[in-house]
């Protein structure tokens, strides 16, 4: 995702409008679970700002109702009135087309409006949102329909955004505050040891190509031609991962980009985020409060940069993004994604199959490929598409979602991208070999 | 004041304790102004940190509970336990002897302990201070009196830090949040001018003498030897300051201290902090809200390098803080501060008399005095006392309070002292020549 | 080129080792090239590094030097000794497995060894590896010649850097030093429009093939799929990249990366560097001194930022580095190449054929590829293979050659490559259009 | 010195110019001096800047003349030219008043004009000197005289920087670079150890008073009030430091002023600059190459931080500076200044005597005062004025010449000044007990 933690903003792909009411329905749905994933949260949680990348919930509250506001209310409603004339302001995040905004390293400076003005806020949206739907004649549902279904993806984005950004907020505090308490306590069997699932290459077909929404990133379909593969059976896990620590993975520069080697030493990592050490024993941080590593759970919250040093010492490569592609397509989009309300990735109950697991949910999978424009790639004209490519600079793409993402959000071409420093996103690795 | 925010910790000064019901009273009457002082803020508020000489106000709240568990409580009460452990850690502000500390530029990042948490560890450690107080034996109360009465000191300069800090907090949002509703709405008659009011200089006394409570840094009493010289008889004012300004005081370098004239340059100076040019109206966010600038008002929230650079100017220099204390001895002091409630310095409503105004309130006066030990300075031995020198390197020295200072709190020998480079305090300028 | 301004360092692609007597001449000819190169300085111009990226050319001269030593010299010849044994520590750029290394940051705070002294360094190292290539038995020279052959490309590499380098240094300096004076003063006749040569597209073969040397990352040789496009028929020039400016084109985030705007805001990029305005009019420093901008002349020091931002205002875009190399493909590989000693972009004075002008020499064409591995890419296992991977990360591919590249330096497959904020490279804009 | 590494620029004070004929003599022999310093340099060394404090030989060797060009030449004789009209931007310092001038972090990256090219410009400047002070009238010489005199002593300042920033320089390169072979290479006998020398105080005349030459800032003579003190009867040696190092002195918060031990913890400080310890042996970099360190010498290169911390620990303190003045009324100004070409501090080879030893020369002695305003100071109103008291904010005074400091241009009444942070000038530290 873009440095401003949202992304794919323009759509101009959905063929067709869905029908009033289901959309309607799903308007109130998507918001509702916005609010339903804040209730663990008291008002001074909604407040901080723990790094740049990080937004405050307050913000992704009011950011998400400022979308709604900015590219139709104001648009389609004469009489719209937001409740404040400074939101447009404050809560507009990159989008220079629609006027000047709030400096993004302040936003955990603001104290108003309060958490209950912001509710306030999405109620007001919220109604007029609704009443728009509910009363509009169809030639405006037709025009209207495209971007409420955008608003709505960007909702989800926020959705996830406001989980991961709280557990870095969370993680800053000695108390280690506790999101939501976890219900197992103890480790479960270990997990198979890595297959290879292979493929065979030649001219495959990339990008989205149905009637559904997508983000105009993740077209226009074009063909590609790969080299035979092999896909890892599972995602790397705990026990994985400290077998290279062990190995001393973060003292040896040779496994390392330069860059990444760069950042090892400048801020001393010796473990992913949120790992710490307590009395010789590796402790994660997670939304459920501190606890032991379990081996057999995925490794998260790791870096571009720590992904491609372990896959080099393990012998293998990052896929690229059109091999993950190539190999999703046929694969069911089942598995642990934020519905399951466990907000952490879980380990594997089974052997490897013929396909491989994990694909969806649990972690974003990063790929070595640099995030840039499908061939013909073309942004929307307006401010709503006015940002689709303004990110296609170093930046890394990831595939299949996580434990932070809404089910429904997902797509097998589905572009998610960060720079190759992000760590607090729930990211981890797959391999792939030649 | 220092690094810290907070200043001028110990004190072995004291020659008798107070009666013990008055201290537990004034300890009552002091503990209950602060959270007088919060009654305007709603939660949110209470968590930001805006820069990094800024607490939140629940950390204001905190610390100095801190203070008092961490030097007393613990000490004398064997059986007492602190609400939390994390406290000691999380609320300590720089005394290193007394162990580990929560990261200052991080004070902001922290969601917990809730609002309500703090008041009850201020519930909490008032119930023991006053059963302690109320319970302990003629010599415990002998041994523990004068570190309740620094305590108290520390508690009310964290009164005015937590005024100043809010201030800030407040000017970053362009919402401009009102602390406080205002009375009055409208400019004043004007000031008179400045007249001068001469000294004879020769050997002068200076420093704490009596028997109540003083900081060290304020003794030993001992001598100096002055020239004669000239204070002026008012603050400068905000109409004084404009006519700096217009005569292009920002812009010619001739008038800075070299230092100061870099960061005049590195960060654009223009004006004072909180001052803002609305549709050719300089307007002024105060701690009830945005408003003009009224001429009449002293000239506040200025730097040294502002105040020096005015006096350069205006013929003048800024007055040593001997210079400063030997015209204030004698001189009763009254004056505009925090219990009036205004929270801003007032118009000078008479002319000048024999003795100069606005000697005490209103505003901080920088000194042309850098922060140094008086002849024979000795810091106690403990922790309470480890730092009061250590802040003794490159800052100045302010005198006489402000409109943010118990008036209770406040002494001729008071030495306040902050970098050249601090805006956020209430502080101001007033003139000498020789 | 990676930050240490230094790339592609290991090939195993040298099929045949070329015959030893025309590699011992091409090692003289190369290597005397470059103190060729440094003629024109005076010995404090050998001792600068005006920034990061820029080396001082004593340095560049050193570290070449410090190339055949470590790979080859200490390897081979048993008895071989470097003139100093800090040499090893000293002109090491970036090699981990060789060892420490002096800080990259600090390479012009050294006054020793003098350039004298360097000088010496040169002979010797020449000296023993003609003795090496002249006297060896054909096995040693079978392994030894591949490592020579990249010996000699890096050197080259270095003569471009060197120049590249020493305009900066130059550029800091309100004097203007002339490295070397120019011949012609006047404007030459108007550049002919751009017009676009088509390109069908389809299954294209890509990477290095033949027998001659090639850096590791120019192979395997692989197939991609390419949708049809149209290449410019030459570069943009600076009177089309005036009229960018004059539009607005710096002042207008909509056209821009969203870190490229952040760059223009923060640094207040309103010209490529190197340009001045001067009473009015637009001026160029050049490595022939400061003189008037010549609008027929190719745009050069163009950041990936503004290269990008100048397509899209063009209304076309950067091409792919296949859609280049395809293109490129069966063109003469003639061009303004350092040989012809201007070191400057000549304006192309005829007009466009079937066949893109220019593709060759003058300016490196930034590609909107970024910088990454060609599938099966597998780098050497040694310290001299150890780093072509490692820059694999944030940079962008350029293509082509330079009026400071060696034309005997240069291949269709050639891939340089450098992160998208450089400037000091002569670095220009071809556009595609789909 | 200010951080221009230049400083007192301006005198009134000097009652009477000193004959023509001796001016000249004096004239000649001081700028030649400084020639002579810089005869074991060879060209690169003149042209490196290692850090922002330092400036390379060349720019001190221009400077200077700069400073007899801009104040006196270009006024008194018309026909004057500076040999290149870049001169005149290039080599002003901090005078803002006498124009535009080159940035100061950017002098290292200056290689024309070149060394050779420096010293026509000073030929030039001394022809045009010495025909003025030979040929001038004598209102001219008298009014010129003032200004000679001030030209000289700002010579000898940098004759002094001109020594401790190529030491700096050279000690940024592994090959240790050798300024001057040293004679000795034995550590001579142990040093006795500190004796106490108890001064009455009371009322005390300082400043400058005579007929000769002295900065403004040694005025005006003024009278101020001083306790008893004792001042050791020597400087603190690298024996009495290495045992505030082994006891743990750099791991002790407590013994250190906040900013100080912030430095400290920032950067790693273990002990004094130059110190670097090889197969457990402490060694130190000198001008004449690293060598033990031996532990009768004073110890040197401390800044005003360490300074004070080993004070604290040694159950002393700093002097002030009128406590060093009063001591120092009466002693001879007798010492290993610049003239001996030592360079370095030599041991005391005698026991302490009545009067305190070594308070003349081998190391500047830092005192606990800021550099302020003496009561009644005026700078100068002209640009050569300008500058005295711009520095006088967070800088410390430091007393007594050193290693560095030509003999003639010392005084009791002389008040250098650095900041807290100051290493790499020849400071050490003499202590004082109440």
């Known amino acids: 995702m873009p440095t401003e933690s949202e992304s794919n903003a323009a759509s101009t792909a959905v063929a067709e409008a869905p029908p009033t009411a289901s959309l309607t329905e799903r308007f109130k749905q998507i918001r509702n679970f916005t609010e339903e994933l804040c209730r663990p949260l008291v008002t001074e949680d909604y407040v901080v700002q723990s790094m740049q990348d990080v937004s405050p919930t307050k913000w992704h509250l009011s950011h998400t109702c400022w979308f709604f506001e900015n590219f139709i209310l104001t648009v389609e409603v004469p009489s719209y009135q937001s409740p404040d004339p400074s939101y447009a302001y404050l809560f507009n995040s990159y989008y220079v087309q629609s006027g000047e905004r709030y400096s993004r390293p302040h936003r955990g400076f603001l104290t108003r409006p309060t958490v209950e003005e912001v509710y306030h806020y999405r109620a007001h949206v919220d109604r007029h949102m609704v009443e728009l739907l509910e009363t509009a004649s169809e030639d405006v549902i037709q025009r209207v329909a495209p971007l409420v279904e955008l608003g709505l993806n960007h909702e989800q984005q926020h959705q996830e955004l406001l989980l991961t950004d709280i557990k870095h907020v969370f993680s800053m505090n000695p108390m280690y505050p506790v999101y939501r308490e976890s219900g197992s306590s103890e480790e479960s069997a270990p997990t198979q040891p890595i297959e290879w699932v292979e493929y065979a290459g030649g001219v495959q077909e990339i990008g989205h190509t149905g009637d559904g929404f997508a983000y105009d990133i993740e077209g226009p379909p074009h063909r590609v031609f790969l080299e035979p593969y ?111 309300k466990v907000f952490h990735p879980v380990p594997l109950d089974h052997a490897a199959a013929e396909t491989p697991a994990q694909l969806f949910g649990d972690l974003w999978e990063w790929t070595s490929s640099h995030y840039s424009a499908y061939p013909g790639y073309k942004p929307a004209e307006s401010a709503v598409g006015e940002y689709n490519g303004k990110f296609m600079c170093n930046q890394f793409v990831l595939r299949g979602g996580s434990c932070a993402t809404p089910q429904s959000h997902i797509r097998i071409t589905y572009r998610n991208f960060f720079p190759a420093t992000a760590r607090w996103q729930f990211a981890g690795i797959r391999l792939v070999r030649d």
């Open 230 to 340: 092999k896909l890892a059976s599972r995602l790397v896990t705990n026990g994985d991962y400290i077998e290279f620590m062990e190995a001393g993975g973060y003292q040896n520069p040779v496994l390392w980009l330069s860059d990444g080697w760069a950042i090892v030493e400048a801020q001393g990592w010796e473990a992913p985020i949120y790992w710490e050490k307590h009395d010789g024993t590796w402790c994660l941080f997670t939304l459920s409060g501190l606890r032991e590593v379990r081996k057999n759970e995925p490794a998260s919250h790791i870096s571009y940069y720590e992904a491609d040093a372990y896959a080099r010492w393990a012998g293998a490569r990052l896929p690229t993004e059109t091999e993950w592609e190539a190999a999703a397509q046929g694969v069911e989009m089942n598995g642990n994604f934020v519905e399951s």
